[in-house]
């Protein structure tokens, strides 16, 4: 496998895994810090009536998780470079997976967005 072909694999895996585990703090109602710009402070709790900001949470999230389930993949598919030959129907299989679930998860995060906000 050529160098380049590793990098477009492992970022095409961090891009798509950075939405899913995005999504996965909206599907799961994982409890994540909040900011409170008003107060200037983090909480855990969410508090009624005050505003608070969970994006910035549910983005380190997203972002750090991905790095690290990348940094796994990016482990193996280092590690079995020389033996690996990738055909040009592989990577283009991977590029529709990719994109589509990239999509999805975009998709689904304007959704949750519009309705939890009840804009739709």
């Given amino acids: 496998m050529k160098k380049s072909d590793m990098i477009y694999i492992i970022g095409s895996v961090y891009v798509t895994l950075t939405g ?3 999504c996965l703090t909206m ?3 994982i409890q994540l810090p909040r900011y409170y710009p008003i107060e200037h402070t983090w909480k855990m709790v969410k ?3 005050v505003p608070s900001q969970g994006w910035y949470s ?3 999230f997203a972002y750090i ?3 690290a389930v990348t940094f796994m993949v990016y482990l193996i598919v280092n590690k ?4 690996i030959t990738l055909k040009s129907s592989l990577m283009r299989s991977i590029a529709v997976i990719c994109l589509s679930s990239t999509v999805y998860f975009l998709l689904y995060i304007m959704y949750y967005e519009f309705h939890h906000w009840h804009i739709l």
């Fill in 47 to 49: 508090e009624k009536g």
């Fill in 58 to 60: 549910k983005q380190a």
């Fill in 65 to 67: 998780c991905a790095a």
């Fill in 20 to 22: 899913f585990f995005y």
């Fill in 27 to 29: 599907w799961f109602s």
């Fill in 80 to 83: 079995m470079r020389n033996r």
